[in-house]
């Protein structure tokens, strides 16, 4: 299956604070809110949902292609997901600024506070499949991105014909129930995680029920609940992967969204799927950044028989990578 993965290529820097968010929050003053967290550490990484999704999707044996804008400082990170087995020749530089760039504080309860800065991503609404040259594709991740750029994409997907799946995620607060109501329309999947479902609920006045009869595939995650595989009037629970130490949760729905989708890829029953982004996710999640989770095919398909049962399906991925990746 040929995967054009659209949407944020950024840099994430990633703070810790020792103390919970709830306890410095007061209900009644949301209103004039004014707070400052004094963070222990911070870290720099690669990041943005479409490498995210991009870069586990190499570790799983495929090589998709990721399209989106970045800045001039993007040569280091060209590098690392050429390495990882990412095709970027469908990513555009923008010389003049600087790549987009996400600040997430997460606290002891693994809450997240987040502002991301779009940088060279605002360019993204004036880049286009057919700019691209990806047309003729099998399908399109539609992931966070300039607002204008995800209502493009959509749309041009709708005029040819190109199947796609829908993941408005971080994008959510900022979109209008009109607009995301707009890039859904005709979408072949879209996967939420169940805050996201809700908030979507409320813009758009649609429910799960509505959402199901709408799109084909619906697949609502629900963090350490797992995951709701919605599809032809069945519900498929899955449960999470138990993770060995949840070091930080950015990332693990990216993570998840590559495994599902490699599961797609492969034709393989949906809740095995699933299970493939269950065992992504734990991977995310137990690593600081979202791109420092490694693992061989070998690796990978041993630890998820320690748990799971796939019926030997899952000797149908290569254990050997791709030409023009490294398995670390």
């Given at each position: ?18 103390g919970r ?24 990484h ?12 190499a ?15 993007f040569?280091?990170y ?48 004036d ?5 691209a ?13 300039d ?20 993941d ?22 879209m ?11 409320k ?6 029920e ?17 995951s709701?595989?919605y ?58 950044g ?15 028989r ?8 899952l000797?149908c ?12």
């Amino acid at each position: 299956m040929r995967i054009v993965v659209t949407g944020s290529v950024a840099y994430d820097y990633l703070m810790r604070f020792p103390g919970r968010f709830a306890e410095h929050i007061i209900g009644e003053q949301l209103h004039q809110v004014s707070l400052s967290f004094l963070v222990d550490d911070m870290t720099k990484h690669w990041g943005g949902v479409a490498a995210n999704i991009a870069y586990t999707l190499a570790l799983l044996g495929l090589r998709p292609k990721l399209m989106g804008t970045v800045g001039r400082d993007f040569g280091d990170y060209r590098d690392w997901l050429e390495h990882a087995g990412v095709d970027t020749r469908t990513v555009r530089q923008i010389d003049n600024v600087f790549t987009a760039s996400f600040f997430a504080n997460t606290d002891l309860d693994n809450n997240q506070i987040a502002s991301f800065y779009t940088g060279a991503m605002a360019y993204a609404r004036d880049y286009s499949l057919k700019d691209a040259g990806e047309l003729d594709t099998d399908l399109v991740v539609i992931s966070p991105n300039d607002p204008q750029a995800m209502i493009n994409l959509a749309e041009e997907c709708r005029e040819h014909g190109i199947r796609f799946l829908y993941d408005p995620s971080q994008q959510v607060p900022r979109l209008s129930g009109d607009e995301l109501i707009q890039g859904m329309r005709g979408a072949y999947a879209m996967i939420v995680n169940a805050y996201e479902a809700e908030v979507i609920a409320k813009k758009t006045g649609k429910s799960i029920e509505d959402l199901r009869q709408e799109i084909a595939l619906l697949v609502v995650t629900r963090g350490k609940h797992g995951s709701t595989i919605y599809h032809e009037g069945e519900e498929i629970a899955v449960p999470a992967f138990p993770v060995r130490e949840i070091k930080d949760p950015t990332g693990g729905g990216d993570a998840y969204r590559a495994g599902f989708l490699r599961g797609m890829a492969a034709g393989l029953p949906l809740k095995l799927a699933g299970e493939i982004g269950s065992l992504c996710a734990a991977y995310a999640l137990e690593h600081v950044g979202t791109q420092n989770h490694r693992f061989t095919i070998s690796e990978f398909v041993a630890r998820f028989r320690s748990e799971f049962d796939d019926g030997g399906l899952l000797d149908c991925l290569p254990v050997a990578a791709p030409a023009g990746t490294s398995q670390r």
